[in-house]
């Protein structure tokens, strides 16, 4: 089972940006998808964006174009990281953010089949 660590939330106002990281051990996960989700309070955890092992992403629309997901998978360590840079933040993205892996590909988007969390990380969007 994957240990993800989530960091880098915190509070913006609208139009602010923040960079979410997760480290993520146990395994080496260079061939495994990557996905950050995001759940409201009182709602489902959703995914928002995925990447793929070969850099290719996903995002849902409401993020498109605003939220960029990126990872790095030093050569040799048992250790990845993934991150989502998001610009242009909306209130409605208020939200515990979380990350995930999972071997999927190439469905890196099917959100249903991630398994293993971390802790999350709180986003808090004020207008």
């Known amino acids: 089972q994957a240990h993800l660590v989530e960091s880098g939330g915190g509070s913006v106002q609208t139009g602010g940006s923040l960079r979410l990281s997760c480290t993520i051990s146990?395994?080496?996960?260079?061939?495994?998808?990557m996905a950050w989700f995001r759940q409201i309070t009182g709602k489902k955890r959703e995914g928002v964006a995925a990447?793929?092992?070969?850099?290719?992403?996903?995002?849902?629309?409401s993020i498109k174009d605003r939220f960029t997901i990126s990872r790095t998978d030093p050569v040799g360590a048992y250790v990845n990281t993934v991150y989502l840079q998001m610009n242009d933040l909306k209130p409605e993205d208020t939200a515990m953010y979380y990350c995930?892996?999972?071997?999927?590909?190439?469905?890196?988007?099917?959100?249903?089949?991630?398994?293993?969390w971390g802790q999350g990380t709180q986003v808090t969007v004020s207008s």
């Open positions: 990447i793929s092992p070969f850099l290719g992403t996903d995002y849902v629309d």
């Open positions: 995930s892996v999972a071997d999927l590909y190439p469905d890196c988007d099917h959100w249903d089949d991630y398994t293993d």
């Open positions: 146990g395994h080496n996960y260079d061939r495994y998808c």
